[in-house]
């Protein structure tokens, strides 16, 4: 099984901040890499795949890349809305595994 | 767009069984461009995926869980569901449901519900 590592687990930021979201996996899983936003409370919603590959209506602030098994999530300036947690997934080898999350946090 | 909602009981006893039922709206679980899963999250840990189906009834489970696991879905009633059965407290986790295509990118999900396995 695939394990996922996220970092870092919390990140202070404030509202207009550029952030870079890491996910790390064990062993390569090419460009099949997944992130999602999740707001407590809410569904979660898909954000990129394809490690690169923005959902439907996605703003351009949001963007996605690496292969392998380095991947960063970037926002390029973060809004109110944006304060949530993202988890990566793999969806190269099965059990498809999900990271522990990131907390996006106001500062 | 796709809307599923999880519905069940919030406490398991120990040892007991739980059940859990997704309902689709927007969308059919007869159709052949979906696959319907089950995903959790345990207090303070990260998403596992639990199993899936597809439309002829086809079933994958995780490796981890799949001696306790039975996913079945309804087509009549558009709805999907998990049996998890000898639960513990480490069973304990909010529930979600989800949908993916040709690949395994869960691209809707309902609000989740938590299950709490307590005496």
């Known amino acids: 099984e695939i394990v996922m590592t996220q970092s870092p687990g919390t990140l202070s930021v404030s509202p207009g901040e550029r952030v870079t979201l890491s996910c790390r996996t064990s062993?390569?899983?090419?460009?099949?890499l997944v992130w999602y936003q999740h707001i407590p409370g809410q569904a979660p919603r898909l954000l990129i795949y394809?490690?690169?590959t923005r959902a439907t209506g996605l703003p351009a602030r949001f963007s996605g890349s690496g292969s392998g098994t380095d991947f960063t999530l970037t926002i390029s300036s973060l809004q109110s809305e944006d304060f949530a947690v993202y988890y990566c997934?793999?969806?190269?080898?099965?059990?498809?595994?999900f990271g522990q999350g990131t907390k996006l946090e106001i500062k | 767009q796709v809307q599923l909602q999880e519905s069940g009981p919030g406490l398991v006893k120990p040892s007991e069984t739980l059940s859990l039922i997704c309902t689709v709206s927007?969308?059919?679980?007869?159709?052949?461009?979906?696959?319907w899963a089950w995903i959790r999250q345990p207090p303070g840990k990260g998403l596992e995926w639990i199993g899936s189906?597809?439309?002829?009834?086809?079933?994958y489970y995780n490796p981890s869980l799949q001696s306790r696991v039975s996913i079945s879905a309804d087509t009549s009633n558009n709805q999907f569901s998990l049996k998890l059965n000898s639960v513990t407290a480490a069973d304990t986790a909010v529930y979600y449901c989800?949908?993916?295509?040709?690949?395994?990118?869960?691209?809707?999900w309902g609000r989740g519900t938590l299950v709490t396995v307590s005496s």
């Open positions: 997934q793999q969806d190269n080898s099965w059990p498809y595994t």
């Open positions: 062993q390569s899983v090419r460009t099949n």
């Open positions: 989800a949908t993916y295509g040709d690949y395994f990118v869960f691209v809707y």
């Open positions: 394809g490690a690169s």
């Open positions: 927007r969308g059919s679980i007869s159709s052949s461009s979906h696959y």
């Open positions: 189906i597809n439309h002829s009834g086809s079933t």
